[in-house]
């Protein structure tokens, strides 16, 4: 199987190439990334000699370019983790999420009919349906959840969403869609809530928690991502949507002081800052689709995978450390004014 891996060199597309090049060597990968801000090929290091893989910098809504690589490669398999994927930065620039996350998917739904792919599969997040209240904790999204949308962000990703299903629908295209809750683990990007709490923690500098910290999120560790997307791009039936999670459901406040906690270090570090603008409330997954129709569970609990992810920065502080020494630190200034 020949498969196009974009957005390869983000956190969970790189977690992705580690699984597949682990659990399918007979398979081979070719990673389209821009290298954004978000594009690390740090993350992928050891994987540049084997001939199952190779990387190829480009941009998913440039459409000569796209279709030039479909043609040259032949690909078997499309999976599109490509996207602007911060919140927050859809906030202050919805522009380049537009580009990207829909104009993009589309240009690579497009190339995926010219040249006859048989499984195109779109990695999407919970955020397209919106929030629950805090008060209810009865209710979850299911996959038939209206899409409701807050953020220029989770308003992209819908869009994304609404034109695979469109592609299966009017073309035929053989489509699947995931929305995973929120995931952590190795490689991601300092900017997200885990990493950014763990790295500022690490050195002792303040945590900037949004409101009053009683937003819920349900958290998934990537592997048990990847694992997910593995099994519904094999076994999956085209049109679907599939929901993933783990009912691991804490407030922001909780993960923060897990994450104090494990450090040994104080809670005088929290510091509550002006809340994100249109700040979703609550997210919970009902992922029964996916354990009954694909027998999916995950592996990890979340006090097992905070602490491998915690284990991890550790012991990569030079991966982290070259990103808070670069652009990135002058993002963080603008952003929190710290
Ligand atoms: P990320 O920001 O870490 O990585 C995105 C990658 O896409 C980067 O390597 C970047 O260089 C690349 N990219 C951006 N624009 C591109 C373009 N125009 N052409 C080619 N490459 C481009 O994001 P992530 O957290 O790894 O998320 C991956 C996908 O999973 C996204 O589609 C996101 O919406 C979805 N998702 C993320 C989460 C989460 O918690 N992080 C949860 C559910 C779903
Ligand atoms: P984030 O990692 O940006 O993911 P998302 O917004 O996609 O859920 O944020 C997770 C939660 O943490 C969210 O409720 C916002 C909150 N948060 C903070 O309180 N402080 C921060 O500095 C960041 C980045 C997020």
Request: charged share 25%; proline share 4%.
């Amino acid at each position: 199987m020949k498969i196009l891996v974009t957005g390869g060199a983000g956190f969970i597309g790189s977690n992705f190439i580690h699984y597949m090049m682990k659990n399918h060597p007979e398979d081979s990968i070719v990673n389209l990334d821009l290298l954004t801000y978000a594009g690390n090929l740090e993350s992928l290091k050891g994987l540049e000699d084997r001939r199952n893989y190779r990387f190829v910098q480009g941009d998913i809504a440039d459409r000569p370019f796209v279709m030039k690589l479909f043609e040259q490669e032949k690909f078997d398999w499309v999976v599109n983790f490509a996207a602007e994927s911060h919140v927050d930065r859809s906030i202050v620039d919805p522009g380049v999420f537009v580009r990207t996350n829909i104009m993009g998917t589309q240009v690579l739904l497009d190339a995926s009919r010219e040249f006859g792919i048989k499984r195109c599969h779109q990695v999407s997040t919970d955020e397209v349906y919106g929030d629950l209240p805090l008060d209810r904790r009865d209710l979850f999204f299911t996959e038939q959840t209206p899409l409701h949308t807050s953020s220029p962000y989770s308003a992209s990703k819908a869009g994304a969403d609404l034109l695979v299903l469109a592609y299966h629908r009017t073309f035929g295209l053989p489509v699947t869609i995931s929305r995973c809750s929120n995931n952590y683990g190795a490689y991601q990007f300092p900017e997200k809530m885990i990493p950014l709490m763990l790295t500022r923690a690490l050195k002792d500098e303040p945590l900037p928690v949004y409101g009053t910290g009683e937003n819920v999120r349900d958290w998934l560790h990537v592997e048990d991502h990847c694992a997910a997307i593995d099994r519904i791009m094999r076994d999956g039936r085209a049109g679907e949507v599939y929901n993933i999670g783990g009912h691991n459901e804490k407030t922001n406040l909780e993960v923060v002081r897990t994450i104090l906690k494990a450090l040994g270090k104080p809670e005088s570090l929290i510091r509550f800052v002006e809340d994100r603008k249109g700040h979703d409330l609550r997210y919970a997954i009902d992922p029964a689709k996916l354990e009954t129709e694909l027998s999916w569970k995950p592996r990890y609990t979340f006090e097992t995978g905070i602490r491998q992810t915690i284990d991890w920065y550790l012991g990569h502080q030079e991966w982290w450390q070259h990103i808070l020494d670069g652009e990135y630190s002058e993002y963080f200034r603008k952003m929190y004014k710290m």
